[in-house]
């Protein structure tokens, strides 16, 4: 298992996007990714109340046995219209489906941006056609900015590995840097958004595929947040082809295992990559929760702290605050005790059991662009995870600036 230097379209797989007019900017705004063999497919989306049309679609797609591409743009949410979204949806799936020439309900479909503004659709449904025949000579780079919003670079990240003595290849796309707290599920101003495009030329079970997309987001997207707001187009689509003819995964043996390491793998580097595009951020920020009475607590400690405002900006200048992190976690509801907490900054003690050590560190933090903060809560045997950004001036700026 090694990830390839080189991006690569695994096969069987086309990708092309273009520019048709959604954005001002004349950056791309459409994205397609079509499969030349029928694919097991699986989603997850946000658990936000409010969804775009795009999601609804997509759930009722993914319970087709086969599907074949994935259409989607950027610039605009697509959500928050009326019925006109739904419509407009459908509309540009049947569209897809027609130059392509394969089934409606094999077309999923992704839309990121501003909400409650309408799509132009006559621009979109004109330039399909484009976007169709635009497949025999795409490129990978095309598709990943075709779906960028406030980012400021493409996320995009191949990974070979063998099953059952065959090559195969999974490539991962994603996009997102502010608006980025999601709590995915299966069958869940700058509105940024993260969208997720997984390819694989493996042979998997429908129901299997599902399994190991929900375990390698659990691990990956569900433990990131930017800014503590959940969007309402979080989407992670995974399409699996059988290209490779390897010998169809159908049980959870060995082969099945080794696939989950490796989705799991491709969805934790994209997932660091949206933490790194943070928007207006300059550090990583990972917060490691341990020693909690359950798990629940320890990602409720671990959210707490990741989605705090003054911890947040405190990093953001290096200022190993440590009293935020007390007051996060103590808000959050969660009974921490002074003679039992420890906390440390990068592996260095700050406050262990009701003793406050050296504070020294503060100069070293303004040159780290990752900073690891330990807390122990003593309370149990749970431990978990969370990474998020520091919070800038640049962030009120992005967000303050779109219209």
């Given at each position: 298992?090694?990830?390839?230097?080189?991006?690569?379209?695994?096969?069987?797989?086309?990708?092309?996007?273009?520019?048709?007019g959604?954005?001002?900017?004349?950056?791309?705004?459409?994205?397609?990714?079509?499969?030349?063999?029928?694919?097991?497919?699986?989603?997850?989306?946000?658990?936000?109340?409010?969804?775009?049309?795009?999601?609804?679609?997509?759930?009722?797609?993914?319970?087709?046995k086969?599907?074949?591409?994935?259409?989607?743009?950027?610039?605009?949410?697509?959500?928050?219209?009326?019925?006109?979204?739904?419509?407009?949806?459908?509309?540009?799936?049947?569209?897809?489906?027609?130059?392509?020439?394969?089934?409606?309900?094999?077309?999923?479909t992704?839309?990121?941006?501003?909400?409650?503004?309408?799509?132009?659709?006559?621009?979109?449904?004109?330039?399909?056609?484009?976007?169709?025949?635009?497949?025999?000579?795409?490129?990978?780079?095309?598709?990943?900015?075709?779906?960028?919003?406030?980012?400021?670079?493409?996320?995009?990240?191949?990974?070979?590995?063998?099953i059952?003595?065959?090559?195969?290849?999974?490539?991962?796309?994603?996009?997102?840097?502010?608006?980025?707290?999601?709590?995915?599920?299966?069958?869940?101003?700058?509105?940024?958004?993260?969208?997720?495009?997984?390819?694989?030329?493996?042979?998997?079970?429908?129901t299997l595929?599902?399994?190991?997309?929900?375990?390698?987001?659990?691990?990956?997207?569900?433990?990131?947040?930017?800014?503590?707001?959940?969007?309402?187009?979080?989407?992670?689509?995974?399409?699996?082809?059988?290209?490779?003819?390897?010998?169809?995964?159908?049980?959870?043996?060995?082969?099945?295992?080794?696939?989950c390491?490796?989705?799991?793998?491709i969805?934790?580097?994209?997932?660091?990559?949206?933490?790194?595009?943070?928007?207006?951020?300059?550090?990583?920020?990972?917060?490691?929760?341990?020693?909690?009475?359950?798990?629940?607590?320890?990602?409720?400690?671990?959210?707490?702290?990741?989605?705090?405002?003054?911890?947040?900006?405190?990093?953001?200048?290096?200022?190993?605050?440590?009293?935020?992190?007390?007051?996060?976690?103590?808000?959050?509801?969660?009974?921490?005790?002074?003679?039992?907490?420890?906390?440390?900054?990068?592996?260095?003690?700050?406050?262990?059991?009701?003793?406050i050590?050296?504070?020294?560190?503060?100069?070293?933090?303004?040159?780290?662009?990752?900073?690891s903060?330990?807390?122990?809560?003593?309370?149990?045997?749970?431990?978990?995870?969370?990474?998020?950004?520091?919070?800038?001036?640049?962030?009120?700026?992005?967000?303050?600036?779109?219209?």
């Amino acid at each position: 298992m090694k990830i390839s230097k080189n991006n690569i379209i695994p096969k069987g797989f086309k990708v092309c996007g273009i520019h048709c007019g959604i954005k001002k900017s004349k950056n791309k705004d459409l994205g397609l990714i079509y499969s030349q063999l029928p694919c097991s497919a699986a989603g997850m989306f946000t658990s936000n109340r409010v969804q775009a049309d795009s999601l609804k679609i997509c759930r009722e797609h993914l319970s087709s046995k086969e599907s074949r591409a994935v259409v989607v743009n950027s610039g605009n949410a697509n959500c928050f219209v009326g019925k006109r979204g739904f419509q407009d949806a459908i509309s540009i799936v049947k569209t897809t489906g027609k130059y392509l020439g394969i089934p409606n309900r094999s077309i999923l479909t992704a839309s990121t941006g501003i909400i409650g503004r309408p799509l132009p659709l006559k621009i979109i449904k004109e330039a399909i056609p484009k976007l169709c025949q635009g497949l025999e000579k795409g490129k990978l780079k095309d598709f990943a900015e075709s779906i960028l919003t406030t980012d400021t670079f493409k996320k995009v990240v191949s990974l070979k590995l063998k099953i059952k003595n065959k090559p195969v290849l999974i490539t991962g796309i994603a996009k997102g840097a502010g608006m980025v707290y999601p709590h995915l599920q299966a069958t869940s101003k700058r509105h940024a958004t993260m969208l997720v495009f997984i390819m694989a030329d493996i042979a998997v079970k429908k129901t299997l595929l599902e399994d190991a997309l929900k375990k390698s987001v659990d691990s990956s997207f569900n433990c990131i947040t930017v800014d503590g707001c959940m969007s309402t187009n979080d989407s992670v689509l995974v399409l699996a082809n059988g290209a490779a003819k390897n010998k169809p995964i159908v049980k959870k043996d060995k082969g099945f295992k080794l696939f989950c390491v490796g989705l799991s793998h491709i969805c934790g580097v994209l997932a660091r990559m949206i933490i790194e595009d943070g928007e207006g951020a300059t550090r990583r920020i990972e917060i490691s929760v341990k020693t909690a009475k359950s798990m629940k607590e320890a990602k409720l400690a671990a959210e707490a702290v990741a989605n705090s405002n003054l911890f947040k900006t405190a990093m953001s200048c290096g200022n190993p605050n440590w009293g935020r992190i007390v007051a996060a976690i103590g808000a959050a509801g969660i009974p921490i005790k002074e003679n039992k907490l420890e906390i440390s900054f990068n592996r260095q003690r700050i406050f262990k059991k009701g003793k406050i050590f050296s504070m020294g560190l503060r100069n070293s933090f303004r040159f780290s662009k990752v900073i690891s903060v330990g807390i122990k809560l003593n309370r149990g045997r749970f431990n978990h995870c969370v990474e998020t950004c520091d919070l800038t001036a640049n962030y009120v700026r992005i967000n303050a600036g779109y219209n």
